[in-house]
């Protein structure tokens, strides 16, 4: 990667004061994972996302425009006076894609979560999505393998 786009690319957590940027954020997850109509929740649901403690938000922001993001939930422990963090999506428009950004979007939310005292970051990905597993495993994750169960309710 030119190291002159790597200066380009600027990442940021998302505040309240971020309602459009941080719409803009979900509609680019939903439509990286496939989402052929997505929803716009309103300002009013974003800004109490936003000001909701366990959830995080972060936006790669390269040229002025939104390149990606991470959004994230902070799970505090029991068996300990320590949290950590699920990532719950990240994602990066096709035309940004291995040019860093994602790992920077990774070591980003590590020095987030080290910063901010928490013990773990961890993330999910389905076994058949050898993109992802190859990024996570690029990026420094460690690979545990678990079963996932969804209640639908």
Not at 37 to 58: C, D, E, G, M, W
Not at 91 to 107: D, S
């Amino acid at each position: 990667m030119p190291m002159s786009f790597a200066r380009q690319i600027e990442i940021k957590q998302l505040s309240t004061t971020d309602l459009d940027l941080t719409q803009q954020l979900f509609i680019l997850l939903q439509q990286v994972f496939g989402a052929e109509h997505p929803i716009k929740v309103s300002k009013t649901y974003t800004q109490r996302l936003l000001a909701n403690p366990v959830f995080v938000a972060f936006a790669a922001i390269v040229y002025g425009e939104l390149a990606g993001g991470l959004t994230g939930y902070i799970s505090p422990m029991y068996n300990g006076e320590i949290s950590e963090l699920y990532i719950y999506d990240i994602a990066v428009k096709p035309e940004f894609q291995r040019r860093g950004i994602g790992k920077q979007l990774i070591a980003f939310t590590k020095d987030y979560c080290s910063k901010s005292g928490m013990s773990a970051m961890y993330v999910q990905a389905n076994a058949e999505d050898e993109h992802a597993l190859d990024f996570y495993r690029s990026s420094g994750g460690r690979e545990h393998k678990v079963v996932h169960f969804t209640y639908t309710l």
